[in-house]
DNA sequence: GATGAATGAGATTTCATTCAT
DNA sequence: AATGAATGAAATCTCATTCAT
């Protein structure tokens, strides 16, 4: 299928350092094809960018949907965007390097957000339900959680992290143990 | 000068989409002559690059090295960093677009490594003292730390965090509110 | 039917900018189908010629039997080449913008230099009966009288020259009494 | 130089057909380079055309602002057109088969309109001083005019018609005697 | 007859880089 | 140091044509 061709390229070689006929010799058809599908190159990135941002989007509010208490549902959250890159490395690869802070994007910031949102959703519910600090600002709050998580992500992708079976898992431990215990001794929080 | 019409280029338009010549233009000078400075129009990025982030490296070591408690330490790390948005959007634009995730970076993996080095050496050193946590992983923490930071600059450059000087002063504390104490209520922390 | 949607596209478009797949469009088919019926673009535009001027030979030459005197007989050609204006503009469009001077219709000379060639024998039976001046050209003048009213479709065509049937009919009027005006031992000609 | 050669191109192998390369090629430079001085092959067509264009109005502008009577002023412009083949040939070419009529040409009508209103004018003025009938549309005698001479140049571009010195001269005078002998009271008029 | 996915030659255009001046 | 004309590799995209279904 194109599109996933076209993320195996782009996370080998960069959106703007693949060229058209690379996704095409990946997918195994002609480049002329790929023009029926998608009217650009800047259109296959962008649609591997919807679909799988809406797949996110769709697992974190089904995540905030469901009767976990929100610390749960913070560590939900962080399990299915760091187990993605056990699952689709190279698809995790484009959305963090390519897509997230491309200047091409413009388009896409509404969607961005409500994956935003919803994390700051969850962070509110705590904060009313006693099990949050109300203090701190919840918005900013879910801008550093998800940072925490995606520089987990790029940590892998560079290459700069293990990223076994193991580590991967003891990293959904640490963020959550980290986010909502705090590093300082007073904030010990049991494990999700 | 070249180099700051190179990010003001690159922070504009992203370093793949900028043209020798839009950098010349804006630096007032023949696109020829960009080429007695510098080698090739990755070597500018690179040198973009190593210039400023050797001046982070800098700054996060003389925190280091200073003699206040790691707390206060990573506190002026996050100082250091979210305050460089006010002063220089258009270079932190690019280092936090182009430059931290790019493909054409290989060859400065090492000096990226050494900021998150300082960082996790300062968590070891609160974890060693007694004022952190032993049990987290401070590798880890240094990554989800650094993340948080540079995720509320992204905020930032996309325009979907308020960055006014009260926002910024707001986010740093935030920022290590939250990491170091914690979401949940038993860990708070005072202010830094 | 495909010609007559491909007259209509290239009409609109012109030959070169049409594609194939406009036609089909235009024709409600799958563009393969077109090429069930025609060998390539080229040939659709040939076979709208072939057809096209065929006919307006074949009404040419029963004009020129006819036994109308010759004075007539360039009027009726006048009339016949610019009343297709009104009763098929895409079709004149066509014919006096890709067809007649076009490099892909060295194959059709001869089929367009014969309606040159009725009209310089109807000139040249004029001049025989002796109510057309001797001393002209009569093959140039030939060309000539064809370019006038050609230049009139194109006027048309441009949308620099008013078509309402009125003027329709008054440039029928003027092309013979300029043209053939000219040619009358006397000048001025009664209205055909 | 870059225009000529685009010129002696499209000449040969009509615009649409011609490749930029084969403009360069011709010209002596690389392809390239073509897009320093146009921004695209259809700007080299336009200023083909605009150039030559405003040269072909200043001329028949001086005629028009001659001393001579108008039935001469028409003679020398049948005269500078008809003369441009056998000056610029591939000019002429290139004006009558791929700019005079091609939709392309939007931009240009009013420029194209100008030389018909010059001729419009001389014509009415030499109603005005009663050397032309007054019943004849001024208008419309002026595309027929130009209409006639476009076609026999077409006829020597299309290899129809006979092009040798004497045959040039021959239509021009041949033009002048039929479109004129039919402006004239009279009819018949003297050589110019 | 009819479809439209598939092909791939080929066209235009871009732009980093060179180098004579 | 400084210019910008010149180069040409390379990229994207188009579209006539084919052909399996």
């Given at each position: 299928?194109?599109?996933?061709?076209?993320?195996?390229?782009?996370?080998?070689?960069?959106?703007?350092?693949?060229?058209?006929?690379?996704?095409?010799?990946?997918?195994?058809?002609?480049?002329?094809?790929?023009?029926?599908?998608?009217?650009?190159?800047?259109?296959?990135?962008?649609?591997?960018?919807?679909?799988n941002w809406s797949q996110l989007l769709e697992a974190f509010t089904r995540i905030e949907t469901s009767d976990d208490?929100p610390?749960?549902q913070l560590?939900a959250i962080?399990?299915v965007l760091?187990?993605?890159?056990?699952?689709?490395?190279?698809?995790?690869?484009?959305?963090?390097?390519?897509?997230?802070?491309?200047?091409?994007?413009?388009?896409?910031?509404d969607e961005i957000r409500a994956v935003f949102v919803v994390i700051q959703r969850v962070?509110?519910r705590?904060?009313?339900?006693?099990?949050?600090?109300?203090?701190?600002?919840?918005?900013?709050?879910s801008?550093?959680?998800?940072?925490?998580?995606?520089?987990?992500?790029?940590?892998?992708?560079?290459?700069?992290?293990?990223?076994?079976?193991?580590?991967?898992?003891?990293?959904?431990?640490?963020?959550?143990?980290?986010?909502?215990?705090?590093?300082?001794?007073?904030?010990?929080?049991?494990?999700?």
């Amino acid at each position: 299928m194109i599109l996933d061709a076209a993320v195996r390229v782009f996370a080998t070689k960069g959106y703007h350092t693949s060229r058209v006929g690379d996704i095409a010799e990946e997918a195994g058809i002609a480049h002329g094809l790929l023009y029926h599908y998608f009217g650009s190159k800047e259109e296959v990135l962008q649609t591997v960018f919807r679909e799988n941002w809406s797949q996110l989007l769709e697992a974190f509010t089904r995540i905030e949907t469901s009767d976990d208490p929100p610390l749960e549902q913070l560590g939900a959250i962080a399990k299915v965007l760091l187990r993605s890159w056990r699952d689709q490395p190279d698809l995790v690869r484009v959305m963090v390097r390519e897509v997230a802070r491309s200047p091409q994007l413009h388009g896409q910031v509404d969607e961005i957000r409500a994956v935003f949102v919803v994390i700051q959703r969850v962070i509110e519910r705590g904060q009313a339900d006693g099990s949050f600090r109300p203090e701190v600002d919840a918005r900013l709050a879910s801008w550093i959680f998800y940072g925490g998580l995606e520089e987990l992500l790029t940590g892998w992708v560079l290459g700069q992290l293990p990223d076994g079976d193991q580590e991967v898992a003891r990293a959904e431990q640490t963020v959550v143990d980290l986010l909502c215990g705090g590093l300082t001794r007073a904030g010990a929080v049991a494990p999700v």
